[in-house]
């Protein structure tokens, strides 16, 4: 079952949200955008949490809780950023007591206000996947799906910062309670004290090389 998000961003109960935070443009939004001009969107980030919807000014037309059951979050974005993997994928050892799959929001969003939301999102490709709602609805969602280039070898613990954003959306929503408990007992870090190994991805590996190489051959026609 979806909700028409006709009183702010984003109701998910009435107690949530009270007459009063009703908007000229949020009833405008919500009533005027069709089907056409509208797609649906699979957020399982900080994207869950209204707040940083409100500050993208994005607004939300439908949403209803969901899950993707072929795919399942890591942190295995350049930075430790959320991203999806497929949920029949290699799973190491200490993975095995994790979620088999992906909870989150689905959302109707306007064509614009998905533009807008890409421009949020960098470094990441949008694939289409299928989630199923709450409710048992089966929908085609655009998903952000984190570039080869920018994935880091494994997963690592996400900022700590980062992490609360998922877990108050998680709260809001009101999502699988054994979810919204991993989720609060997912270890995190301090975003100054990442190593390395947080920015270990294919794109940086090949500057590295490049520019070693490159600082051979400088040397060599200096010294020659």
Not at 49 to 68: F, G, H, M, Q, Y
Not at 80 to 95: D, F, L, M, Q, T
Not at 110 to 138: C, H, L, P, W
Request: proline share 5%; charged share 20%.
């Amino acid at each position: 079952m979806f909700a028409a998000n006709t009183a702010g961003i984003y109701c998910v109960k009435t107690r949530n949200c009270p007459s009063a935070s009703i908007t000229s443009r949020h009833r405008k939004s919500a009533s005027s955008a069709s089907a056409d001009d509208s797609v649906w969107y699979f957020g399982y980030g900080a994207n869950m949490d209204p707040s940083v919807l409100r500050k993208r000014n994005i607004t939300p037309l439908e949403i209803a809780n969901a899950r993707a059951p072929r795919l399942r979050l890591c942190f295995n974005h350049r930075g430790a950023y959320g991203n999806v993997i497929p949920s029949n994928g290699i799973i190491r050892k200490e993975e095995e007591s994790e979620p088999s799959c992906a909870h989150g929001v689905l959302l109707r969003l306007s064509n614009a206000d998905m533009k807008r939301m890409g421009t949020f999102e960098g470094g990441y490709d949008i694939k289409q996947e299928e989630v199923i709602t709450y409710g048992g609805k089966t929908v085609r969602a655009a998903v952000f799906v984190t570039k080869p280039s920018l994935k880091l070898q494994q997963s690592l613990p996400p900022m700590s910062q980062y992490l609360r954003k998922l877990q108050s959306g998680a709260r809001f929503l009101e999502l699988d309670q054994e979810y919204v408990a991993w989720l609060e007992a997912h270890p995190s870090i301090d975003a100054d004290i990442r190593g390395k190994e947080y920015y270990d991805t294919p794109l940086q590996r090949w500057l590295n090389t490049t520019i070693g190489v490159g600082s051979i051959v400088l040397l060599i026609l200096v010294f020659r």
